[in-house]
């Protein structure tokens, strides 16, 4: 099997489903030269017809995304960071989410808007946050946030096939890890709406969305030379949640962790926690705890955005708390 990185699994598979079918095409600012490296060669080989850059107008190229969807075509709309889906709520929220239920199914909005996301490059309060949480809340939409590059691939490939409009979070981050992945070869798709058990353990559960599945390896790594056995989960969909593979591990285990990059409040673990305890609350030894970003802008300065942000150390600390273990 061949190995690659994070963003060489994002390319190929763009290159893949480009080839396959040509009513995908990519548009977005900067696309046919993508400085993060996904887009790489996907112009050169497809034309300007099929890689279009469009103005610095989300608004606009979704909204014409969301057209080219209806009229049959499976637009990739590129929004290059989280934070600028601001401007384009309402395509992605009032039309691309419900034109298919309002319309009794008479036609599908079949659109990827690939969304680069999260801090920890110093962009500042409003270009380094994590809204995943936000289009959790929205019937029509599916959510995907892949964590390595043999995801990244599959679940790529399986949302430009998918029917319905497909958001799909990557963390800036992860386009510079260089350590290559086991990717599969050939016409290779991930199921949507299942999560992954990334290790097996037996004391706590913890479950870790998108980049932070990094930190919640690091840690069960860390809590396993003290006799602690956690076992991984990592979502992949959040939207469908796939609440069956979470509940189950938290049965064996009686605790859990849940590690997002997002706001604690109201966020991707407010969710899963509220699955867990109200389909397994009486398997439950101890409150559920949460990591997440501290409810505060995300700070420039490194230091200050390293305590906003979460850590394998704080994932370490809750998984502690929960066990009823100091340090």
């Known amino acids: ?22 009513k995908v095409f990519l548009m977005g600012e900067d696309v046919a030269f993508d400085y993060f490296g996904v887009c790489s060669g996907l112009a050169d080989r497809f034309g300007r017809d099929r890689v279009r850059d469009t103005p610095i107008c989300e608004l606009g190229f979704t909204g014409a995304g969301v057209g080219a969807a209806m009229a049959g075509f499976r637009p990739i709309v590129d929004l290059r960071f989280m934070d600028f889906t601001t401007y384009a709520l309402d395509p992605i929220v009032n ?9 009794g199914g008479q036609l599908s909005v079949p659109m990827v808007a690939r969304i680069p996301s999260g801090a920890g490059l110093q962009y500042g309060a409003t270009h380094g946050q994590s809204l995943e949480a936000w289009f959790m809340q929205v019937p029509g939409l599916k959510v995907l946030y892949p964590s390595c590059a ?5 679940l790529l490939k399986a949302a430009v096939r998918d029917d319905n409009p497909v958001m799909f ?39 870790g969305v998108g980049y932070q ?11 396993a030379e003290e006799g602690i056995q956690c076992e991984v989960i990592d979502p992949r969909s959040l939207s469908p949640l ?12 009686s605790r859990c962790v849940i590690v997002e990059e997002g706001h604690l409040r109201s966020g991707v673990g407010a969710e899963i926690s509220a699955a867990i305890q109200e389909a397994v609350f009486e398997y ?6 949460r990591v997440a970003a501290l409810m505060a802008p995300i700070p420039v300065q490194t230091k200050l955005e390293k305590f906003v942000l979460p850590s394998t150390e704080k994932v370490i600390a809750a998984v502690r708390k929960t066990l009823g273990v100091s340090a």
């Open 169 to 207: 979070i990557e963390h800036r981050l992860l386009y510079a890890q260089k350590a290559k992945q086991p990717v599969p070869e050939g016409d290779h798709t991930t199921p949507i709406g299942v999560a992954d058990v990334k290790r097996a353990g037996a004391d706590a559960t913890i479950v």
């Open 213 to 223: 599945m990094g930190h919640c390896l690091e840690a069960a790594e860390a809590l």
């Open 150 to 154: 043999t995801d990244a691939k599959g």
């Open 284 to 289: 439950l030894d101890a409150p559920i705890g």
């Open 242 to 253: 796939d609440v069956e593979t979470i509940t189950a591990s938290v049965r064996k285990t």
């Open 1 to 22: 099997m061949p190995e690659l990185t994070y963003v060489e699994a994002l390319n190929e598979a763009l290159h893949e489903e480009m080839a396959r079918d040509e």
């Open 95 to 103: 039309q691309a989410a419900k034109l298919r239920y309002m319309l």
